[in-house]
């Protein structure tokens, strides 16, 4: 269509049924799961833990085992399989937009408004890790870059993403620069690292702290977190989250256009992702543990040289679940299981703030004050009803409606009316989930 259409504007709809690309919502589902594996800790243990795993939670058995599981298959996979899928939408949604209208760019823009407004409240009320306001300041940037053919978007990837991890060894060296020489004796630099140091190696003061403010009452609570969500927002998301998330978003739009994201590469193809993938990450992320180990898991080593091992290495990971998933769908094999986390993928807007929302409810003070008493292993299995309950509940909620809660909302502002939810009794829900 003509960019300076300017006849009569084509009525702008969300993706009715049909539209829908089943693998897309199959990989989402898996992504939404897998990435409360690495976020329950942050509810339930001390945000301290971590940089240093050891503190809370256990770390013998069964309690290293679920870190280490986590830290392998999940830890900065799904949130990179997350932010790829999220370059992916703002492709296919441009795209479609531009068909029907001609220019994409003012819709977008409002759709990114109102998923920063959401991630506000979601950060600044519910739980300072939230994700979604990086997701709409990134996505704003990115859309720019929409159209560049699929080799020059990966080399733009290939370029941001080492930025992030340069940046967290570059202050390892800074601080570690700044430690030596106040165990030296120098004095300026003792004061520089007793301020420094706290991030790093909190004192039983500070963890005090921390627990009696989670253990508050809601108001007190989102008082209390206030300045991490500051720093979450502004200081990580400078150094660290503005970098990564960008270089998965251009390297999701690059797949999407390749077509790896709808399963329509060969099973060559997808095979050869996985095993490559899992060849190149895993010892990557190995070599990390080893060096967690080796330093004993120092926390500034854990921020620096050792966490970039999985910087890298997890870029590798995620691929291989794609390739692994597009497998999957392109089979069409395990039906029920591709069912249920195609559910979870079409409402997982709803599903992430549900996560956060039974994470608060079971650890924070104004809820059932669970925190720090449960082990590893304990918020394993508690990561195992959550997915059940969610897998239930999205195969529930989709035979009677079109969209999750937060979805329709979400849409209804994009498009500045009210969208109809309830599902037509003449429209069914199921799809099949092998495209």
Not at 55 to 64: N, R, W
């Amino acid at each position: 269509m003509d960019p300076n259409h300017t006849g009569p504007a084509t009525p702008l709809t969300p993706v009715g049924e049909s539209e829908r690309i089943d693998s897309l919502d199959v990989l989402r589902g898996l992504a939404l799961l897998g990435i409360f594996v690495m976020n329950i800790p942050s509810f339930a243990l001390s945000s301290y833990a971590f940089f240093k795993p050891p503190l809370q939670g256990g770390f013998d058995g069964a309690d290293y085992w679920s870190w280490l599981l986590g830290h392998l298959f999940f830890d900065q996979k799904m949130m990179s399989i997350f932010s790829m899928l999220f370059g992916a939408g703002i492709v296919l949604f441009s795209s479609r937009i531009e068909q029907k209208r001609g220019r994409s760019a003012g819709v977008h823009y409002r759709r990114m408004g109102w998923l920063l407004v959401i991630g506000m409240l979601h950060a600044y009320l519910i739980w300072f890790g939230d994700i979604l306001v990086s997701y709409a300041l990134v996505g704003m940037v990115v859309f720019l870059f929409r159209r560049l053919p699929p080799v020059m978007l990966v080399v733009l990837a290939a370029i941001l993403l080492p930025i992030a991890p340069i940046l967290a060894v570059a202050q390892q060296l800074g601080f570690e620069y700044v430690r030596n020489a106040a165990e030296s004796g120098d004095a300026g630099f003792a004061d520089m690292w007793s301020e420094m140091q706290v991030s790093f190696y909190p004192t039983e003061t500070e963890l005090e702290a921390e627990r009696q403010t989670v253990m508050s009452g809601f108001f007190g609570r989102a008082a209390g977190s206030a300045e991490n969500v500051f720093f979450m927002q502004t200081y990580v998301l400078l150094t660290w989250a503005m970098w990564r998330v960008s270089a998965m978003m251009l390297l999701g739009m690059a797949l999407f256009k390749w077509g790896v994201f709808s399963a329509q590469r060969s099973y060559r193809f997808y095979t050869i992702l996985t095993g490559v993938g899992l060849l190149v990450g895993m010892p990557l992320i190995l070599l990390g543990v080893s060096g967690m180990h080796a330093s004993d898991f120092d926390s500034l080593k854990y921020f620096g040289v050792n966490g970039a091992f999985n910087a890298f290495g997890s870029v590798g990971i995620a691929l291989a679940w794609v390739g692994l998933i597009m497998i999957v769908c392109k089979a069409a094999i395990a039906p029920q299981v591709r069912n249920g986390l195609a559910a979870v993928g079409r409402i997982a807007f709803t599903n992430y703030l549900m996560q956060s929302l039974i994470g608060a409810t079971l650890f924070y003070g104004w809820g059932f004050g669970l925190f720090g008493q449960l082990s590893r292993s304990e918020l394993l299995l508690v990561v195992v009803a959550v997915w059940a309950f969610q897998i239930a509940f999205s195969l529930i909620w989709l035979k009677r409606f079109r969209f999750g809660p937060m979805e329709w909302l979400w849409r209804s502002l994009t498009y500045w009316r009210i969208e109809p939810i309830a599902r037509s009794p003449r429209i069914s829900p199921e799809g099949g989930t092998g495209r």
